[in-house]
């Protein structure tokens, strides 16, 4: 079953991702976010899940992408420097989380899809929207350099291993040929990886 946790079992030793984590490849960095933690620290509380679910989108040139519209106010972060959060909201209700890729105007992004909760966080965590719900992440957060503040991605000194799976990206079915692209991965076997 599910169910999240409020508190880690053991004390995590973090450090957050440096801007050439981000400066690279989108599906290397894609799967590289694989294992890493999202931390949220708001009004003194520590929210910290562990990423297990994403999807790349690769740019312009990517029909499932936001930026292949162009530049947009909405877009416009996906066009900037790499290492910065794209939140935006869907269906007027959910947020979801991106981390922009690559170098400055090629706009390109990895989503985030899946948590697992390993420190105060309460409920589902499995979908993009709720992730956001759960690591209360909104358009606050939307442009935020995700190698400073309070809000970031972290590695732990020493990590697990795991095996990756590549399966098609979800909803995208509109994208022609590149609804078939295997550019969502996720940790084979971990429980919190969305249900398709």
Same mark, same amino acid.
């Given at each position: ?13 973090? !450090? ?13 960095? #894609? ?13 003194? &509380? /520590?929210? *910290?899940?562990?990423?297990?679910? &994403? ?9 499932? #992408? ?6 947009? /106010?909405? +877009? ?10 794209? *939140? ?11 981390? *922009? ?11 985030? !899809? #899946? ?6 966080? /309460?409920? !589902? ?5 709720r992730l ?14 995700? +190698? ?9 000194? +020493?990590?697990e291993s795991?095996?990756? &799976?590549?399966?098609?990206? *979800?909803?995208?079915?509109? #994208? ?11 940790i084979r076997?971990?429980?919190? &990886?969305?249900?398709?």
């Open positions: 079953m599910n169910r999240s946790r409020a508190v880690s079992a053991k004390p995590l030793s973090l !450090r957050k991702l440096p801007r050439e984590f981000y400066d690279r490849d989108t599906v290397t960095v #894609a799967g590289e976010l694989l294992g890493k933690y999202l931390v949220n620290v708001s009004r003194g &509380v /520590e929210r *910290v899940g562990k990423i297990v679910e &994403v999807e790349a989108y690769l740019g312009p040139h990517d029909l499932a #992408a936001h930026s292949s519209r162009g530049l947009t /106010e909405r +877009t416009r972060v996906m066009f900037g420097p790499p290492g910065h959060a794209y *939140v935006y909201m869907i269906y007027g209700m959910y947020h979801c989380m991106n981390v *922009v890729t690559e170098r400055e105007g090629h706009a390109s992004a990895v989503l985030l !899809r #899946a948590v697992e909760p390993m420190k105060n966080i /309460e409920g !589902r965590t499995q979908g993009p929207g956001c719900k759960a690591m209360r992440i909104d358009r606050r957060f939307n442009t935020h350099d995700l +190698t400073s503040g309070d809000f970031f991605i972290a590695v732990q000194p +020493t990590a795991f095996l990756i &799976v590549k399966r098609p990206r *979800v909803g995208v079915g509109y #994208a022609g040929r590149w609804a078939k692209r295997l550019l969502r991965f996720y076997g971990n429980p919190f &990886v969305s249900k398709l």
